[in-house]
DNA sequence: GCAATTTGACCTAG
DNA sequence: CTAGGTCAAATTGC
């Protein structure tokens, strides 16, 4: 059955891989009309869910997938995150990974079993006004376009409230269980800020205003949101399933 | 000059 | 012992 799913990913990857050329084709044709775009878009995320779905079997594949909230030793932080997957359709859309916020990056972790490195943001206004919240951003390794966006702890600070009450937005981690969603348009995205190709480095994401979130066209966009229902039957003590990374 | 990013080291949990 | 997460000094860009 193993060899069944995985031929499935397999293809499904292959799919994937030609939704998203499709993505940028479209999406380099200013001619294309909108509906082909949103279709492109619904494409990659339609497969992008089977890959998932097909991927997913075996839940206990994910070999150093372990992620921990706790965090109890040094930032103190609390049980529960947020998890966000986005989309990006081009390189030059990684703007949409911003939220509003203002993250500061305070470090960089190769992670087991994933291609590529994660990230770690804190809240620019940490210290100035004790802000806990923290994010982590991972390139997902079946789609490099994607990118599994983590939330931990609650928005404290003056500008996250503002984002968020101007946005109709609830707060990212301070609901704990939340599922977040995360949009935003590509004239909005694309800041002129490039990321490479390769040995990727997630570079920190331009705090813009909550203009970001602009609702309507969502090229970019949120692909498969997953993790916990709200308010569901998941206890307090939260884990990740790592659906990407057992393929 | 200031603020943010980068990068290596350190710490803790499993 | 290994892996993930955080800190802090150094570096870079605005």
Redesign the pocket.
């Known amino acids: 059955m193993e060899d069944t799913t995985a031929t499935l990913a397999t293809e499904l990857d292959g799919l994937l891989a030609m939704a998203r050329e499709l993505e940028e084709r479209v999406g380099g044709d200013q001619g294309a009309p909108g509906a082909a775009r949103e279709l492109c878009a619904e494409l990659a995320a339609s497969v992008d869910r089977a890959v998932r779905l097909a991927g997913s079997g075996p839940r206990g594949g994910n070999a ?12 103190g ?1 609390k049980a529960g995150a947020v998890r966000a997957q986005v989309r990006v359709a081009s390189m030059q859309d990684l703007g949409s990974l911003d939220d509003g916020l ?13 291609p590529y490195p ?5 809240c ?1 206004h940490r210290h100035s006004q004790g802000c806990q919240a ?1 994010k ?1 951003v991972q390139r997902a390794a079946a789609d490099p376009l994607l990118f599994d966006v983590v939330y ?1 702890g609650a928005h404290t600070c003056a500008q996250a409230t503002a984002v968020l009450v101007g946005t109709d937005q609830q707060p990212p981690a301070s609901l704990g269980q939340e599922q977040q969603q995360q949009q935003s348009s590509p004239a909005e995205a694309s800041e002129g800020m490039q990321w490479p190709a390769e040995p990727f ?5 331009p ?1 813009s205003p909550a203009g970001c979130y602009t609702p309507g066209n969502s090229w970019c966009q949120l692909a498969g949101n997953y993790g916990y229902a709200a308010g569901g039957g998941l206890g307090a003590d939260m884990d990740f399933d790592e659906l990407f990374w057992n393929m």
Request: net charge positive; glycine share 14%.
């Open positions: 150093g997938g372990r992620a921990r909230v706790n965090g109890q030793h040094r930032g932080r203002s993250w500061r990056k305070y470090g960089q972790k190769d992670i087991l079993g994933a994660r990230a770690y943001f804190r620019t923290t982590q931990h480095t997630p570079p920190s994401f705090s």
